[in-house]
């Protein structure tokens, strides 16, 4: 996938400048699509350059004028186009996962540090989400609608993350077990 469908996806949620886009790559989109602020912004001018969005400028008081993104007809006819495009399974890449399959390499207890850093650190982005989930979607509106959309990526972030903390502990138990 290409950044400029997760800027699409993000602007048609609503319209906004790209530093409110990178703002927002750091809170939702960012969970599952990286991109620094330098690379938002070049790809808003090539959407732009596309006829897929425009740009409004607009003034501030005392600050200089922003560019306030919003995604036109074609975008979104492209936007449709790529949804309904059957996808690839992503490539993975993780650090972890070459560890563990080269762990016997190392003191079992080198790789144990490793896992329970690993462990740590997406119990603490399981809290992130399960915060989110409080504040955001405790209270849904039975008729479907852009949030719950929203809440079906962050209930498979929520799984996806409590699968690997399992992982974790089973590799832990399983080499303490059989390595200790």
């Keep these: 996938m290409s950044l400029s469908y997760a800027l699409l996806a993000a602007l048609c949620d609503r319209p906004c400048s790209g530093y409110d886009l990178a703002k ?12 620094t602020h330098q690379q938002i ?11 897929w969005i425009n740009a409004t400028e607009v003034s501030q008081d005392g600050r200089p004028d922003k560019k306030v993104f919003s995604v036109t007809p074609l ?3 492209r ?7 059957p996808h690839d399974l992503p490539v993975t890449k993780d650090e972890i996962l070459v560890k563990v399959f080269a ?4 003191p079992s207890s080198v790789l144990v540090g490793q896992l329970r850093h690993c462990q740590q650190q997406h119990q603490a982005r399981l809290e992130v989400y399960q915060d989110i989930e409080a504040q955001f979607f405790q209270h849904l509106p039975p008729e479907p609608n852009h949030r ?3 809440y079906l990526t962050l209930k498979r972030g929520i799984s996806f993350t409590q699968e690997w903390i399992r992982w974790c502990e089973e590799t832990i138990v399983w080499l303490e077990k059989y390595l200790s």
């Design 24 to 35: 927002q790559f750091q809170g939702s989109v960012g969970y599952f699509w990286s991109a």
């Design 41 to 51: 912004y070049r790809e808003l001018h090539k959407l732009e350059d596309l006829g």
């Design 75 to 77: 975008g979104c006819d």
């Design 79 to 85: 936007l449709r186009q790529w949804i309904s495009t």
């Design 103 to 106: 762990g016997y390499l190392v």
């Design 148 to 150: 719950h959309f929203a």
